[in-house]
């Protein structure tokens, strides 16, 4: 009797033990909802395929709510990335280089030339493979691309992310199955079952002599062609209107002046993203400029860094359901990718002695209009005033000053303090008085 009481009372310890620890267990726990990884420096890059011909490397970054995965595939001149089928929706950027991009979805087969400052996107379901010009100054084929599509499945099923080798694909089915597919010669079929799997990227010029690759190259081109009776790789063709492909460069920029400029890309001006679920944007900071403190009420944007070095601060808004989120404040430079968060408010600026050069996918492809503090355009000219200066904590008159010396441009100067140090936020300069009371705005921004 006595003993089975202590072996009860022992259970309640234990019982009791075990909940107290399941508890700050749980205290633990609320902190991130998902783990917020707003920076991805270029060395933390995942590389995926790697040879003497290319690389693919990706970078997968978090608001805390969703995870974004981007890729850099990069070609040395004159080679081919071989056919892959996409999982998901892809939007791509051309960094450098030039070369050509074989597709074939649903709707057509094309042939495209990709150079510098293009924008393409392809659905998922696509077959496509990209080759790399020989070109004379030997620039690498750099191409940036994110992944993903409103009610899309995000996982990803293959080695390298969310695309599947071709060859892969087509020799999963038996010989039989093969051979009855695509009447070649036994030996041919043969050849090609037991030939080793090539590497993701190759040498681009056929040699003299036939290689098993080639082979494998031409079989591979030969399920693009009409000779194949697979119904995924039928060509309808039926779209005839010529491949309107997108440069940002050639694109009126939104804003521009001394300090630098910005465009974005949306549906409306390109009609190829289309019930996608990204747009594109890019903005060249020249030394010292910065992008005027402003949020996005419909988007959030992933950025990379294409050339040079900057600040990137963004605000923390206490929505409701974030749960951690604190102001953030970081240097990013060259190949980096960072993400803003729909509703923090940001801003970019350009260290004093480097230009700062970014582009970036946004997740809105329409109806997203940047709310900027300052400017013609400041949300803070919109609302009531008298509010908004109580808000502040300061008079009408104050807040008078506040809003009306800016001017029209939405890239801001930062004072130069000489070169090698960071944009200073004194007092004398208007701008630099519309910088610190931002600031406050943030603090106080409800
Ligand atoms: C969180 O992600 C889902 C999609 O995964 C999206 O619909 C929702 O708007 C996101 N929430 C915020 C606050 O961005
Ligand atoms: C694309 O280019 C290849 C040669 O590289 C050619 O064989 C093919 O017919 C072209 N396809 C289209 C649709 O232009
Ligand atoms: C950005 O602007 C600077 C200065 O105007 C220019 O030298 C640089 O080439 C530009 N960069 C890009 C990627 O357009
Ligand atoms: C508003 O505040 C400023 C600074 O505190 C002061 O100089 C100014 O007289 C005030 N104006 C009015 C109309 O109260
Ligand atoms: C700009 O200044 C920073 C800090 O002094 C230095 O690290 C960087 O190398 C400089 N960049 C250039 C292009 O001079």
Redesign the pocket.
């Known amino acids: 009797m006595c003993t089975k009481k202590l072996l009860f009372l022992w259970f309640c310890l234990c019982l009791i033990i075990l909940c107290l620890h399941v508890t700050t267990a749980k205290e633990d726990e609320i902190v991130p909802s998902g783990t917020r990884h707003l920076l991805v420096k270029r060395a933390e890059r995942q590389t995926f395929i790697s040879t003497e011909f290319g690389q693919v490397s990706g970078a997968s970054a978090s ?1 805390g ?2 995870t974004f995965n981007v890729q850099f595939i990069t070609l040395e001149p004159n080679s081919l990335f071989l056919p892959v089928m996409l999982h998901q929706d892809m939007v791509f950027y051309v960094h450098t280089g030039s070369g050509k991009l074989s597709y074939k979805d649903e709707h057509k087969r094309e042939n495209v030339t990709l150079e510098r400052g293009d924008v393409y996107r392809l659905e998922s379901g696509t077959v496509f493979f990209i080759q790399s010009d020989l070109d004379p100054t030997r620039q690498k084929l750099r191409i940036y691309a994110i992944f993903g599509n409103v009610g899309e499945d995000l996982r990803e099923p293959s080695e390298y992310g969310p695309y599947s080798s071709i060859r892969d694909l087509v020799l999963g089915f038996d010989e039989k199955v093969l051979k009855e597919t695509f009447k070649v010669p036994d030996e041919v079929m043969e050849e090609i079952i037991s030939g080793r799997k090539p590497e993701a990227i190759v040498h681009g010029l056929p040699s003299t002599k036939k290689t098993m690759q080639d082979k494998e190259i031409e079989f591979i081109e030969s399920i693009f062609g009409s000779r194949s009776t697979f119904a995924i790789f039928e060509t309808i063709n039926k779209d005839k209107k010529k491949s309107n492909l997108f440069n940002i460069f050639h694109e009126k920029r939104d804003f521009e002046n001394c300090n630098g400029w910005s465009t974005t890309v949306n549906q409306k001006k390109y009609s190829v993203l289309k019930n996608s679920r990204y747009g594109l944007f890019m903005v060249n900071l020249t030394h010292g400029g910065m992008m005027g403190p402003h949020w996005n009420p419909k988007a ?1 944007e992933i950025a990379i860094v294409l050339q040079g070095k900057g600040m990137v601060r963004v605000v923390c808004p206490n ?1 409701p ?1 974030q749960i951690h989120c604190k102001n953030e404040r970081f240097e990013a430079e060259e190949g980096d990718v960072f993400v803003v ?2 509703f923090h408010p940001m801003a970019q600026m350009a260290f004093n002695n480097e230009t700062f050069v970014f582009m970036g996918f946004s997740t809105s492809t329409k109806n997203n209009h940047p709310q900027y503090l300052a400017g013609k355009a400041s949300v803070l000219r919109t609302l009531d005033k008298h509010i908004l200066a109580t808000s502040f904590g300061v008079n009408e008159t104050t807040f008078d000053r506040l809003v009306n010396q800016q001017g029209e441009s939405v890239i801001l100067e930062c004072t130069s303090t000489g070169t090698g140090q960071w944009p200073r936020m004194g007092k004398k300069n208007p701008e630099e008085v519309i910088l610190t009371l931002s600031s406050k705005a943030w603090q106080t921004f409800p």
């Open positions: 608001d709510n969703e959030t929505l359901n968060p729909r």
